[in-house]
């Protein structure tokens, strides 16, 4: 199992559903972002505005004002920063400052953007979602085989846009969503992770997987406050991680750091496999 780099969540928001709040001053969003670099984190992802079914709309100058103190202070962290933003207007912010990653949970969908993102060099998280209303997710009751149909037609059309915007492919990562951008019914998430290396084998690009916390974990374990999903999460991070996945997008860098390097020495010490 190689190890998938971590991206560690710091989310600048009042309601994003695992923290909402923890992190809206700009010191506190700072201190979690070094001690996720700290714990594990190869890359820290900032997000200004929260995505869940619940969040309140939060308009881009916003995102913008909540960003701009935190990403200035990181500028000598020397970890690469991504930007989580379904906003063009952030998008812009971000590509203005030097961000190593944009992650857009519509899957960068407004042509309008793409020639400042054929012009810049950040690599591109393009998240698939069932639906991604205003930048938040949609409760649908969709079977698993429904979504993976929308994954793999997603992908194949949106990646054939963005190429032909003049957007290196080596560029892209592809996340799948998980959680409530896929179905309210848990099934589909583990139809969707059990079919990771099907989806790498389809498009040839690196897969970022965001499990953390997510709703489907509760559903299979009854831990209805996020806050007590950290098991659930690390084993399905783990899972992930050993089915191929090249990102692993985290609350708990540590956690997950800690596990990854347990698994390599493990498999590291494991006898050669006999006929």
């Not at 992190?23 to 984190?41: E, N, T, Y």
């Not at 020397?78 to 203005?96: E, N």
């Not at 079977?143 to 993976?148: G, R």
């Amino acid at each position: 199992m190689g190890r998938p780099i971590i991206v560690g969540i710091v989310n600048i928001t009042a309601d994003s559903f695992s923290d909402g709040g923890r992190f809206l001053d700009a010191r506190a969003a700072l201190a979690q972002a070094q001690a996720l670099a700290a714990s594990g984190a190869d890359i820290i992802e900032l997000g200004a505005a929260a995505s869940n079914v619940a969040a309140a709309r939060v308009a881009p100058d916003m995102e913008i004002r909540r960003l701009k103190p935190v990403i200035a202070a990181l500028a000598g962290l020397g970890t690469p920063l991504s930007i989580d933003s379904a906003q063009p207007a952030v998008q812009r912010f971000g590509l203005a400052h030097g961000v190593d990653y944009l992650n857009d949970i519509r899957g960068f969908p407004d042509p309008r953007l793409y020639p400042a993102l054929a012009a810049a060099g950040c690599r591109l998280v393009v998240m698939h979602a069932i639906a991604a209303d205003g930048g938040r997710a949609q409760r649908a009751d969709l079977a698993p085989n429904e979504v993976w149909r929308s994954i793999e037609a997603f992908f194949a059309e949106r990646i054939a846009q963005l190429v032909e915007a003049g957007i290196a492919r080596e560029r892209l990562v592809l996340d799948p969503g998980m959680g409530l951008f896929l179905s309210t019914r848990a099934a589909a998430s583990l139809h969707v992770l059990a079919r990771l290396p099907l989806l790498k084998r389809r498009f040839g690009l690196p897969v970022m997987v965001s499990v953390s916390r997510k709703s489907f974990l509760a559903a299979i374990t009854g831990r209805v406050a996020p806050s007590e999903r950290g098991a659930a999460t690390l084993s399905a991070e783990l899972y992930a991680a050993a089915h191929g996945a090249d990102y692993l997008r985290t609350h708990d860098a540590a956690a997950l750091s800690d596990a990854l390097a347990v698994a390599a020495a493990l498999q590291a010490a494991a006898p050669p496999e006999t006929a």
